[in-house]
């Protein structure tokens, strides 16, 4: 088995949509980034490249390549997926949470769940999100931006 942290914060601005485990939000910010900004698939893609010691999505994904200007970040997750495939591991599990002080978040969770599993092949069984506010405290708080945090469990093939 290998466990893997990530780690992804993007700022909200106007203009944007707000595109969080492959669900478009309605909201009157979205947040900013080279892809689509998709800061929970981000972070799951950092934890998944983390337990593999592959680096990071910088280095797989560079916002420096215009292929990956507005792309879907479930494509990218496609693509984190294969590399996993080919080292040999499965999901075990994965644990996320999305600091954001708005929008509410819960109403969207079933299907941010859903997406995931399904572009990493797992039950959604093995796929947790919570969201969660920062009591208006900082970036969060202060709706500057949304960051997520996550961890995976993979296991051998």
């Known amino acids: ?8 914060v993007h700022k909200l601005v106007e203009n ?3 595109i969080i485990g492959g669900v478009d939000i309605p909201h009157e910010k979205g947040l900013l980034g080279h892809s689509d900004a998709d800061v929970l698939v981000h ?5 998944i490249l983390g337990a ?28 984190v ?8 591991y499965k999901i075990g599990n994965i644990d996320a949470t999305v600091a954001a002080q708005s ?9 941010m769940r859903k997406n995931i599993g399904r572009i990493l092949n797992t039950p959604i ?19 500057e931006g949304i960051s997520s945090y ?8």
């Open 1 to 8: 088995m290998k466990i893997g942290f990530g780690y992804d």
């Open 16 to 18: 944007r949509k707000l």
């Open 43 to 47: 972070s799951i893609m950092d934890s």
């Open 52 to 79: 593999l010691a592959l680096g990071d999505i910088g280095k797989h994904f560079p916002d420096t390549d215009p292929k990956y200007k507005d792309i879907s970040s479930l494509i990218l997750l496609e693509n």
């Open 81 to 88: 997926y294969k590399s996993m495939k080919e080292e040999g």
């Open 103 to 111: 929008p509410k978040l819960a109403s969207y969770i079933e299907e």
């Open 125 to 143: 069984d093995n796929i947790n999100i919570k969201a969660t506010t920062t009591e208006e405290l900082g970036f969060v708080g202060q709706k």
């Open 150 to 157: 996550s961890v995976c469990l993979l296991q051998r093939i």
